[in-house]
């Protein structure tokens, strides 16, 4: 499973544009994985912050340029960022069944945790 895909997705079932979910531990799991963003990404690389605004008014248009202002900071490449988007989607997936869109599903199939390994990604069976 591709690290920029659970990020990705996380941001997607869980920011503020996505359906209401009433769940405060998915809330405030947002803001953890967001603020995280920010703090290790945002200093090297501004457009990171930047185009997470801008993904937060219109994910739509802005959700290719995100990804790629990740991709290029090394978010992907940060085991930190990659549990704590695993774990928001879980959490969100548990307050809204099917809100993922089979990315939980994938994960767990796959055993569970989404390991980086010297920037390539693989599935680790715990």
């Known amino acids: 499973m591709d690290p920029i895909t659970v ?3 996380a941001l997607s079932v869980a920011g503020p544009f996505a359906k209401p979910i009433a769940d405060q531990a998915v809330r405030d799991g ?16 501004p457009s990171v912050e930047t185009n997470l605004a801008k993904f937060e008014q219109k994910p739509e248009v802005w959700k290719e340029p995100l990804r790629d202002a ?9 085991q930190e960022v990659v549990d704590s988007a695993t774990e928001l989607v879980k959490k ?4 809204q069944p099917g809100i993922s869109g089979g990315l939980v ?3 767990n199939a796959a055993g569970g945790k989404v390991i980086v390994i010297s920037g390539n990604v693989t599935t680790l069976n715990v």
């Not at 990740?70 to 940060?78: K, S, T, V």
């Open 7 to 9: 990020i990705m997705g």
């Open 92 to 95: 969100a997936e548990a307050a």
């Open 30 to 45: 947002y803001a953890v994985l967001k603020s995280l963003i920010v703090q290790r990404f945002a200093p090297k690389d």
């Open 105 to 107: 599903g994938q994960i």
């Open 70 to 78: 990740l991709r290029e900071a090394g978010a992907d490449n940060d």
